[in-house]
């Protein structure tokens, strides 16, 4: 079971940027697949997750109406579509899967990608 992360970059402040999670060895449609985030000095922040199997999508109050997940089953791949990024959202950006709901405790997720460090700024 793995998860591959790729598209972090440096942006500048108003930016976009989208995150790609490349799965193998597991089947996204069946999992709840999420992005968590870190900064340096913070703990890790869950802010978005789409459940492949009833449908639930989750955003955290940090960056709805900004980000945006998604699946595409058919390349196994989900992404993070970020807009209107601040200094705030400069963190290492963690894909993450497992069968449990969206709503359940993302420390205990069985499949973790590696990450990609996303930098905000001018």
């Known amino acids: 079971l793995q998860l591959v992360e790729s598209g972090g970059d440096l942006v500048q402040p108003g930016g976009s940027l989208r995150l790609s999670c490349a799965a193998s060895?597991?089947?996204?449609?069946?999992?709840?697949v999420g992005w968590v985030r870190q900064a340096p000095g913070k703990e890790r922040e869950k802010v978005a997750c789409?459940?492949?199997?009833?449908?639930?999508?989750y955003y955290s109050n940090s960056v709805r109406g900004r980000f945006t997940i998604s699946t595409d089953n058919s390349k196994n791949t989900a992404y993070l579509q970020m807009n209107a990024l601040t200094s705030e959202d400069t963190a290492e950006y963690f894909c993450?899967?497992?069968?449990?709901?969206?709503?359940?405790?993302?420390?205990?997720?069985?499949?973790w990608g590696q990450g990609t460090q996303v930098t905000v700024s001018s």
């Open positions: 993450a899967a497992d069968l449990g709901s969206c709503f359940s405790d993302f420390r205990g997720w069985k499949v």
């Open positions: 060895g597991l089947s996204l449609g069946d999992y709840s």
């Open positions: 789409f459940s492949g199997f009833d449908g639930v999508t």
